[in-house]
């Protein structure tokens, strides 16, 4: 008893030739470095639309598995008081397709406002392609953010 005519069989070997490799591989993670490199971001706007921020992360390799060197500056502009420039290293790390950054402050480059308090910058974010991250600004404040690759590519 046939099940299958000829022209079925290699229609059948043909759909598993082109997609075969592509569905093996897709219950696997994203190669790890498609988010080393540089990225710009920024977020929409917080506190009743008076503040956004932007800024910039390089992530960079480490030697665990799923981390990931991390530094960002992050400008923040508020109506309210202005400008604040903020120097943070970071630790990054990846489970699957979501990236966690937890940041620690090392400079305040610039602060309009006396004796502001600024409270580290952290991120949740989900990797969209090699070109963009999206997630939240998880801080003093939560907001949607939005990550971008650099011009410079991966390094």
């Given at each position: 008893?046939?099940?299958?005519?000829?022209?079925?069989?290699?229609?059948?070997?043909?759909?598993?030739?082109?997609?075969?490799?592509?569905?093996?591989?897709?219950?696997?993670?994203?190669?790890p470095s498609d988010v080393l490199?540089?990225?710009?971001?920024?977020?929409?706007?917080?506190?009743?639309?008076?503040?956004?921020?932007?800024?910039?992360?390089?992530?960079?390799?480490?030697?665990?598995?799923?981390?990931?060197?991390?530094?960002?500056?992050?400008?923040?502009?508020?109506?309210?008081?202005?400008?604040?420039?903020?120097?943070?290293?970071?630790?990054?790390?990846?489970?699957?397709?979501?990236?966690?950054?937890?940041?620690?402050?090392?400079?305040?480059?610039?602060?309009?406002?006396?004796?502001?308090?600024?409270?580290?910058?952290?991120?949740?974010?989900?990797?969209?392609?090699?070109?963009?991250?999206?997630?939240?600004?998880?801080?003093?404040?939560?907001?949607?953010?939005?990550?971008?690759?650099?011009?410079?590519?991966?390094?």
């Amino acid at each position: 008893m046939r099940i299958f005519g000829g022209r079925t069989l290699a229609a059948l070997a043909l759909a598993w030739t082109i997609a075969g490799p592509a569905l093996a591989n897709s219950g696997k993670d994203k190669d790890p470095s498609d988010v080393l490199g540089s990225w710009s971001f920024q977020t929409s706007p917080y506190r009743s639309g008076q503040c956004v921020m932007s800024g910039t992360m390089r992530l960079s390799p480490h030697p665990d598995e799923g981390r990931y060197g991390c530094e960002l500056t992050a400008v923040e502009m508020c109506s309210m008081w202005g400008r604040s420039v903020v120097r943070q290293s970071c630790e990054a790390r990846r489970f699957g397709d979501q990236v966690s950054i937890r940041s620690t402050i090392e400079e305040m480059l610039e602060s309009k406002l006396e004796g502001l308090v600024y409270v580290p910058d952290n991120f949740t974010l989900t990797i969209q392609s090699q070109e963009r991250m999206f997630g939240a600004l998880v801080s003093a404040v939560t907001a949607p953010v939005e990550f971008r690759r650099a011009n410079d590519g991966i390094s």
